[in-house]
């Protein structure tokens, strides 16, 4: 009878094996390799402002002129009995868990030791939200995030971000209206018509660059830009970097055209807060498919919806592609598998150990 129940026990932790690889929260940024604070657990951790564009909110719901690709700055405060702001870099066993991860790009802890965001040396849950919301159904993004301590088995306050995400003036359009240049001052879902024939169509958006692109039949086109100054980029190469996003939803094979009056810059995509180069020419007289004529600098086929206009003379560094040799398979090498896989088929063999156990004890 004994032997029944161990094997009734052992086939209940194999169940329970299986079901906790599946019940994790997804995790981001983990905490620096040093301790830095032994003392403290994350329980001791709050959060009690956002940071968005160098302002201070009380929450993400007041946060103004919130859009996706954004990222949030959540300070993190020592709450003691007078709370102060928590001035050293995260645990090692600290990590960042997000409930909804759907809507989040990343999250990483940002350690602020140069003072980059004017706040002093401070300790901050970065949170960069999705490039691109317009699969959702929804009209509203929600998630919450917290610092779990895998040392202590505590975790710190929720966060709970809210916010409704901008919606979409629609703009019926036909064949004619194709013949006139389109200004995108907004954020605008273009639909063109079911019956009208495929065209080029050029796109003002709002004076940061043209674009051409061919609408089809029956199809919708989600279009936005916006222009910000990246600090970080201004500092590290000594001159004014203004970031022109362009949301291009469903857009294939677009050109793009900067407008400038002399031959003395260079445009660059802005790619996870980099400088890359990209191939673009100056023309003069440039004449789109609508009639408009412009001087600028081309880019054909545009591969990126991020770029700055910048000096000629500002140097980008160009990271040499490494070659990577491919493994040489053995005779009988084993497939490539997920940790999932692996867990699956630990169970597996787990059941089947299980089994032996339990005939030989029910023989016996």
Same mark, same amino acid.
């Given at each position: 009878?004994?032997?029944?129940?161990?094997?009734?026990?052992?086939?209940?932790?194999?169940?329970?094996?299986?079901?906790?690889?599946?019940?994790?929260?997804?995790?981001?940024?983990?905490?620096?390799?040093?301790?830095?604070?032994?003392?403290?657990?994350?329980?001791?951790?709050?959060?009690?402002?956002?940071?968005?564009?160098?302002?201070?909110?009380?929450?993400?719901?007041?946060?103004?002129?919130?859009?996706?690709?954004?990222?949030?700055?959540?300070?993190?405060?020592?709450?003691?009995?007078?709370? %102060?702001? *928590? &001035?050293?870099? +995260?645990?090692?066993?600290? @990590?960042?868990?997000? =409930?909804?991860?759907?809507?989040? $790009? #990343?999250?990483?802890?940002?350690?602020?030791?140069?003072?980059?965001?004017?706040?002093?040396?401070?300790?901050?849950?970065?949170?960069?939200?999705?490039?691109?919301?317009?699969?959702?159904?929804?009209?509203?993004?929600?998630?919450?995030?917290?610092?779990?301590?895998?040392?202590?088995?505590?975790?710190?306050?929720?966060?709970?971000?809210?916010?409704?995400?901008?919606?979409?003036?629609?703009?019926?359009?036909?064949?004619?209206?194709?013949?006139?240049?389109?200004?995108?001052?907004?954020?605008?879902?273009?639909?063109?018509?079911?019956?009208?024939?495929?065209?080029?169509?050029? %796109?003002? *958006? &709002?004076?940061? +660059?043209?674009?051409?692109? @061919?609408?089809?039949? =029956?199809?919708?086109?989600?279009? $936005? #830009?916006?222009?910000?100054?990246?600090?970080?980029?201004?500092?590290?190469?000594?001159?004014?970097?203004?970031?022109?996003?362009?949301?291009?939803?469903?857009?294939?094979?677009?050109?793009?055209?900067?407008?400038?009056?002399?031959?003395?810059?260079?445009?660059?995509?802005?790619?996870?807060?980099?400088?890359?180069?990209?191939?673009?020419?100056?023309?003069?007289?440039?004449?789109?498919?609508?009639?408009?004529?412009?001087?600028?600098?081309?880019?054909?086929?545009?591969?990126?919806?991020?770029?700055?206009?910048?000096?000629?003379?500002?140097?980008?560094?160009?990271?040499?592609?490494?070659?990577?040799?491919?493994?040489?398979?053995?005779?009988?090498?084993?497939?490539?598998?997920?940790?999932?896989?692996?867990?699956?088929?630990?169970?597996?063999?787990?059941?089947?150990?299980?089994?032996?156990?339990?005939?030989?004890?029910?023989?016996?």
């Amino acid at each position: 009878m004994k032997k029944v129940l161990s094997v009734l026990l052992a086939a209940a932790m194999v169940m329970g094996m299986s079901v906790a690889s599946m019940a994790a929260d997804k995790s981001f940024g983990a905490g620096d390799a040093a301790t830095n604070h032994t003392e403290l657990t994350a329980a001791d951790l709050t959060f009690q402002v956002v940071i968005h564009e160098g302002k201070v909110y009380g929450s993400t719901e007041e946060v103004a002129n919130l859009e996706a690709g954004d990222s949030l700055y959540f300070p993190v405060v020592w709450e003691l009995a007078t709370p %102060v702001n *928590f &001035n050293y870099k +995260a645990d090692k066993d600290w @990590k960042i868990k997000i =409930d909804n991860a759907e809507y989040v $790009d #990343s999250a990483v802890f940002f350690f602020d030791e140069k003072n980059t965001l004017g706040n002093g040396t401070l300790l901050y849950v970065k949170v960069t939200l999705e490039k691109d919301f317009d699969h959702y159904e929804e009209d509203e993004v929600k998630f919450y995030f917290y610092i779990y301590d895998g040392a202590n088995k505590v975790e710190s306050d929720r966060v709970k971000v809210a916010y409704d995400f901008k919606a979409y003036t629609e703009v019926e359009l036909t064949e004619d209206d194709l013949d006139w240049v389109i200004t995108v001052d907004e954020a605008t879902k273009y639909i063109y018509g079911e019956d009208e024939k495929s065209a080029y169509a050029t %796109v003002d *958006f &709002n004076g940061l +660059a043209y674009g051409e692109f @061919k609408m089809y039949a =029956d199809e919708e086109y989600i279009l $936005d #830009s916006s222009i910000k100054f990246n600090k970080v980029l201004s500092k590290e190469y000594d001159t004014d970097v203004e970031v022109r996003s362009f949301r291009l939803g469903d857009v294939n094979n677009i050109d793009l055209v900067f407008p400038s009056a002399k031959d003395n810059k260079q445009i660059v995509a802005v790619v996870d807060g980099e400088l890359v180069p990209v191939e673009a020419t100056y023309v003069e007289d440039h004449k789109f498919a609508s009639g408009k004529v412009t001087d600028g600098y081309l880019v054909e086929d545009a591969e990126y919806t991020a770029y700055a206009v910048i000096d000629a003379d500002v140097e980008i560094e160009v990271e040499a592609e490494t070659e990577v040799e491919a493994p040489v398979e053995a005779d009988k090498a084993n497939p490539e598998t997920g940790a999932a896989d692996f867990v699956g088929a630990a169970v597996a063999m787990a059941v089947v150990s299980v089994a032996a156990a339990g005939a030989l004890a029910l023989k016996k």
